[in-house]
C-alpha cells in the first residue's frame, strides 16, 4: 500500500495525553504561529478550505468569522466529542490518542476569535476518552503556551471537560448548548445560531472533533500544504469510519476525495469472501445511499453532494448482496426512533410510526397500503423538527424505496 501522508493517524502522534510527547512531535507549532500573528488565521482556515467534519461540511471559517466580530465578552469554543451514531468511530479515536492536538485546534480557534471559554464535550461512554481528556487539559494549563493564550484573549481562559449526556441528541449543536449550560440536551430552532446566541446567550462555535484535529497542522504547514493533501479539489485528509461487510473494517485517514472503491477494495480489502458489494450507507445511516454504479464517487463534500448524497461524518457501513435493505434500514430507523428527545411531536411519532411501518414491511405482514403510508410520512415529515434528526431519518427510508423498491415489493403480502 502506498505511503499516505497522515495527519491525524500517524503513529507518531499516538502520544496518549502526554503533552510533552506532543510537543516533541511538533504540537504546539501551529498554535504559536497562531499566536505570532491571530488576525490572519482565519484567512488560512478559509484558504485551506477546511469543512465541517460533523456532518454539514459547512465551511470553518465562515462559523468563525461571526463569533472573532462580535464585541467583547465571554465567547466560548466547544468541541463537539458526543459521536453516537452507529458506525462513525472516529472522534473517541482522536479523543483518545491525539487528545493535545484537538485542544491545540480548540485553543487556536480561541486565539481567532478572543474566546475565554473551551469546552471538550465528551461522551461519558467512552471512559477513555474522557480520562485522556481530562488528563491532557491539566496538563496544558500551566503551559506557557497555554498562559500566552491567556494574554492574548485579555484574560483567564476557562479550559473545560464537560461530559455529555451520551444521547445521540446530545450531538446536535443547540443540544450540545444546552447540556453546557446544565439542561437536558434539547435542541433549538436555528436562527438564532450559535454564533450568534450560545452557550448563556454568548457568541459560540459548536465543532467536530475532527473539525479541530486538523487546524494545528494547518496553522503549522500552511493552507497550501493542507490542500495539497488532498485529490482533485478536494483539500486536506478525512478519516472514514468503515465498517459492514468488508475484511479489513476500520479507521482509515486518506486524501480527502479518495474513492469510494478504493476506501473499500484497496483500504478496506474487498468484501468479505463470498460476499458481493451491494450498497454503503454513507455519511452514517441518515444520509442517501450509494449503491454500485457509485463506487467511482470521490469521497468528498462536493462530489458525494453531485450523487444526492452527504459526505455526513465519514462513515461508511457496506452492505454485501443478500443483506436485507429493508431490515437495516428498520434497525436504523428503530436507532433514530429511541434517539428523538420527544419535544417535537412529528418527529416522536414519525419516528416511532416510520419504524413500525418498517417492521411491519420486514417481517412479511405489511400491504401495499402500508408501503404507500411508509412513502407519505417521507413526504409531510420533513422540516417538522426544532433539529435535523427527523429529516435524516426520512432520507434513509426515502432513498432505500427509491433504491430498492423491488425489495419492499416483494415483502408485500398478497
Ligand atoms: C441528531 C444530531 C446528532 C448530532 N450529533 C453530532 C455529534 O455527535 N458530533 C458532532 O460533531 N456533530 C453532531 N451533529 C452535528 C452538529 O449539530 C454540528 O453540525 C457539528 O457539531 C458542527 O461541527 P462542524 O462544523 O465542525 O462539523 C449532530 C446533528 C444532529 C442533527
Redesign the pocket.
Known sequence: MEQLNQVLLRDDIRVGADLDAWLARGGGEGLAKALQDPGAIIAEIADADLR???????A?HR?WMPVAAAREGDKYIIC??????PGTFK?RFLLEHTPHQVIEGALIAAVATRANHVILYVNPHQPLCLAATRQAAQQWQPHPLFVAVERLVGGPVALRVVPSSGL??????T??IASVEGGFPF?RRKPPFPAEVGVHGAPTI????E??AHVPGILRHGAQWYRDLGIGNAAGTKLYSLSGDVLHPGLYELPMGTSLASLVFQYGGGMLLGKEFKAVFTGGPSNTLLTKRDLDVALDFDSVRQRRSRLG?GAMIVVSEGTSIVRKVAEYVSFFAQ?SCGQCPPCKGGTFQLMRLLNRLDTGRAVRADLEALENLCRILPGSGR???ID?AVTVVESSVNQFREEYEALLMG
Open positions: 465541517g467534519m460533523g456532518g454539514a461540511g459547512f470553518t462559523k463537539n466529542g458526543n459521536e453516537d451514531e472522534d445521540y441528541i446530545g450531538g446536535e449543536e443540544a450540545v435542541p459548536v465543532n467536530n472533533t473539525t479541530l461524518t434517539g433539529c435535523g434528526l435524516g
